[in-house]
């Protein structure tokens, strides 16, 4: 008979890093085969600043249970290890294993003066905004311990250093409520950067929610018409030196292969206008490339800027391609078994020029795809081939609800079109399964099976209504009835909690104005 501690948590975070909480509420789980035990007292013990402390409390607690010492200032970790104790229900557990808490930047003052940037250049009028590329040479002069990137944007972002990607959010930082929060993101970059050498930080900005068409109109740039990055890079050095590199107007600017890429209405890539390299040391823009020119300074974030509560988006899943139709028209079709939510990902190699078109649906009529559902959105992407051997390729900044997908334009001749080389993407917000359902009866079993597809389609950084057409919206009528349901399945708690301040801000400017 043995009791031991599974997990430890820390507020609603499933990974403790950069979280805005200085005394974050602890959490523990339990596992083992025990029968009839109970937990009568634990101690929880704190490594920081090279001191150790345990601290013993006399409880049957173990659900967000309070910080048991000083609070963490700004950008502070913490190693955490908790043990409890079975008084007369049986044995005490074992330590459980270390787990590390970081705060994020908690006061304006920590982002040493980073600035709002965009491209030196005139914002799109009445039209989708093209993706901007955004990047800064420094360089290091001595070994990196330690380095942590902090990063938001007006619009949804994409970071590299080095030519390696930040982490593995897609669609960062979410939909936010930007006029009253705007959640900035937290990154351990250590690995990425190179001591005593030069390093390159890039920054891709897409308009995402923020300044792309959202909603019943066909208005755009509701809370902004122009993107921007906003950006602080902590480097900490071998002999305990810092340095900051914060975006400013040092920065410099272009376009890339990405023409548009909107939430509704799909991504257009060119890959004639690739910059191969361009957030690398030794990128030299081709002679065809857009010229790179400088930025400018946006209304700042500070004053509304928040360490995330929820997960964020990722890609979570593929699905393999069932079966390849030809329509009575003529068309190639794609059938995927299944309505998700994400993109596809292609393996592909043709001739220089040659335009893939991929038309995403959940549904056929009259073995034809039908598009009439997704009203004015057109969940179209586009891709021009290089020319340059095979090309990996899949969307940026945009996402599709679909089990269908119309492809003209493949180049047979040079790749077959299988499920070696097409492939589907699920994306949704990286909640924890908690919760499962099974029966004996296959037709209630399936019924679950939709429920989890539905869920994961509609829990895109807020609760939407549908994945598909010209609304993906954050219904609180929908929320209100599914979320019993939801808490079930997952852990959904950050996610909610992120939202609904959401909600309580907007709720409270709008009945300021009655």
């Known amino acids: 008979m043995a009791v031991s501690i599974s997990q430890v948590s820390f507020e609603h975070h ?53 910080w048991p010492t000083v609070a963490l200032s700004s950008a502070e970790s913490a190693t955490v290890r908790v043990r409890s104790y079975g008084g007369d229900s049986g044995g005490d557990t074992d330590w459980s294993e270390p787990v590390s808490v970081e705060t994020g930047l908690l006061s304006d003052e920590d982002w040493f003066g980073a600035q709002m940037i965009a491209a030196d250049k005139p914002t799109e009028q009445d039209a989708p905004h093209q993706p901007i590329l955004l990047r800064k040479d420094f360089s290091l002069d001595t070994n990196v311990t330690s380095a942590r990137l ?24 979410g939909w936010q409520s930007y006029q009253h929060r705007l959640v900035y993101d937290t990154y351990d970059v250590t690995s990425l950067l190179a001591g005593n050498s030069n390093n390159t930080i890039g920054i891709q900005v897409g308009e995402g929610w923020y300044a792309g068409r959202i909603g019943f109109e066909t208005s755009r740039n509701i809370w902004g018409d122009t993107l921007g990055a906003f950006a602080l890079l902590v480097v900490t050095n071998a002999d305990g030196t ?9 920065w410099s600017s272009s376009t890339g292969a990405i023409t548009t890429s909107e939430i509704y209405d799909g991504e257009f890539y060119n890959s004639v206008n690739d910059q191969p390299g361009w957030n690398t040391p030794d990128f030299t823009p081709p002679a065809n490339a857009s010229k790179w020119i400088g930025v400018r300074a946006l209304e700042s974030p500070l004053g509304r800027l928040t360490a995330p509560d929820g997960p964020p988006i990722r890609r979570l899943e593929e699905v393999v391609l069932k079966d390849v139709i030809t329509t009575p028209a003529g068309a190639t079709v794609l ?106 009866d296959s037709l209630l079993n399936k019924l679950v099976e939709n429920i989890l597809w539905s869920l994961k389609g509609n829990f895109m950084s807020v609760p939407t209504d549908c994945p598909q057409r010209d609304e993906r919206l954050g219904w609180t009528g929908d929320a209100h009835a599914f979320s019993p349901t939801a ?28």
């Open 242 to 250: 810092s340095e900051m590199i914060t975006t400013d107007l040092t």
């Open 487 to 514: 808490n079930f399945l997952y852990d959904a708690a950050g996610f909610w909690k992120g939202w609904l301040k959401d909600v309580v801000a907007e709720t409270l400017e709008n009945n300021s104005k009655l």
């Open 150 to 173: 902090y990063i938001t944007a007006y619009g949804v972002y994409e970071a590299s250093i080095n030519g390696q990607r930040v982490g593995d959010a897609v669609l960062a930082p």
């Open 335 to 440: 059938d995927f078994g299944q309505n998700l939510v994400g993109w596809l990902r292609l393996n592909v190699s043709g001739p220089a020029g040659t335009t893939i078109k991929m038309i995403h649906v959940e549904v056929l009529e009259n073995g034809e795809i039908a598009t009439a559902p997704l009203r004015s959105a057109k969940q179209t992407d586009t891709l021009v081939l290089s020319g340059n051997g095979t090309q990996t390729w899949e969307p940026t900044f945009t996402y599709h609800g679909f089990r269908y997908v119309q492809v003209d334009g493949w180049p047979t001749a040079q790749t077959p079109l299988n499920d070696e080389t097409v492939k589907a993407i699920v994306i949704h917000s990286d909640m924890q399964r908690t919760g499962q359902f099974k029966t004996s």
């Open 14 to 66: 499933r990974v403790a890093l950069g979280i805005g909480e200085p005394s974050p509420r602890i959490s523990w789980r339990f596992e083992g085969d025990a029968g009839n035990w109970s937990q009568s007292g634990y101690s929880i013990e704190v490594a920081r600043q090279g001191n150790t402390d345990v601290f013993n409390v006399t409880s049957s607690d173990s659900v967000l249970v309070d």
